[in-house]
């Protein structure tokens, strides 16, 4: 089978000087993934950039925070595991910057998927440059029958391999995931191990989460994804081997970093540009590029009325339900055959379970010295107003079912949070969603939640979107702009001119 091959494209298309005019100057808002990728262009480009974050390290949902444990170290956490898959080649782009050979992060051979009655799902020795990496995976899967597959509904199926960004949106975003998948009539332990565990990844409840973002992620990460399904982690904690080095590149670049400083308003200058009200003075500049999560932008958008043209979209922006991240530090090691990462189904709560000493040295540094083991435990899209000691009881039963070993274990520390900060993608939205370009030539925003003319997600995302919004910016000025890379964008079968299934009701057997 013809092996699928990434794409480059260059947006928007700009003219052909490698730096913009000498003095030129941009306040990119926000130190997160999108802002840090938008500054690293326009210093690339010869932009004086000042990036102002509101917390004091690089970073944003992806960055992490010193905390002492009850042994006496300083240790660092974060919001939760991050998987570098190797599809995501704008991110990759960008930590090359610091780190050429990405000598940052190391491979996972496998990443199983459990189930409650012990059926276990590989990802390993999948055909890498096969474009049914899933159908692979149902052969090997003993819970999914030949007769099964007879039985399902083989024509909502194969939207999986007809994804086509016009199309499947138009067809697709009014009807929920949850409803999709359903449509699929397969056994519900196939559906569960197949398909809910990948699509809780999101923090997005199959329920409130559109149909038409599920196939784009589908197409992104199996169906047109040349890399194969397997991912790297980062050796040392986030600050120390991605945050860390990339804010040094960026300074010795001429980058003013002002942490602890955050934007209030944002408004037209006398002089044609624009002025940024921080908590911390005023600054001005020729270009502004608005690297915020939802909240933050919504709030910014609010208190700045010369942004009003971007009042509608960004008003309809939300935020998922909340997720929750509990690391234990245990006094004793987990079984050696143990997974560093393991996602699960159908575990109440339980989303994934991350042995962060069996891949991160930190941890494993702490491990030996305590003869113990570094746990963290994962749980998406949770029911707002859960109790936190009911889901910690869940929490822990699931990982004594499913690590027995870990019913001895004394929890030595402990760090519990609650989050509520990813970007919704609810059926019906995406024609409001904002892009990267606004109705202003010279500000653009970047970010996880934006509307994206490639298939991306989660960092690959937020990084992909940082790049275009510097290149957005730059365009007026006659700069080229950052090469930005791709899956294919539409999939196998979408140029075959299929009938189409999708009417009224698209996951209706009856009706195909």
Known sequence: MTRLRRETLRLPRAGGSARAPRGTTAVVV?????????????????????????EPRLGGRAGGWPTQLATGERVEIERGFHAFFRQYYNLRALLRRADARLGMLRPLDDYPIVGPDGTVLSFAGLPRSSRLQLVALAWRAPYLRAADVVRSNALAALEMLRFEPERTYAHFDTTSAAAYLDSLGLPRVARRMLFDVFARSFFNAESEMSAAELLMMFHFYAMGNPEGLLFDVAREPLHEAVWAPLGYWLSRRGARLRFETSARRVERSGRGGWRVACSEGTLEADLVVLAVDVGAMRALVRESPDLEPLR???????????????????????????????????????????LYDRFQGESARWARAHSGSVVELHAYAVPPGTDEAAIKA???????ALYPEAR????????????????????????????????????ALAGDFVAMPIPCALMERAAASGFLAASTVLAPLGVVAEPLRSVPRRGLLSPLGLPRFIHAKPWSRRAA
Do not use: Y
């Not at 500054?39 to 974050?53: I, K, M, P």
């Not at 869940?394 to 004594?400: E, F």
């Open 30 to 54: 926000g130190g997160g993934t999108a802002g840090v990728a938008a500054a690293t262009v326009l210093c690339e480009r010869g932009v004086e950039v000042t990036l102002v974050e509101k």
């Open 312 to 354: 509608s979209s960004v008003e309809d922006l939300h935020v998922a339900r909340p997720f929750v991240v509990w690391r234990l530090w245990l006094d004793r090691p987990m079984a050696a055959h143990r997974a560093p990462f393991v996602g699960t189904t159908g575990m109440g709560h339980l989303d994934n379970v991350s």
């Open 394 to 400: 869940d929490l822990l039963t699931r990982l004594h």
């Open 408 to 443: 001895e274990a004394r929890i030595v520390d402990e760090r519990f949070l609650v989050r509520q900060d990813c970007p919704a993608f609810p059926p019906g939205a995406s024609a409001r969603r904002p892009g990267v370009a606004t109705p202003f030539g010279d500000l």
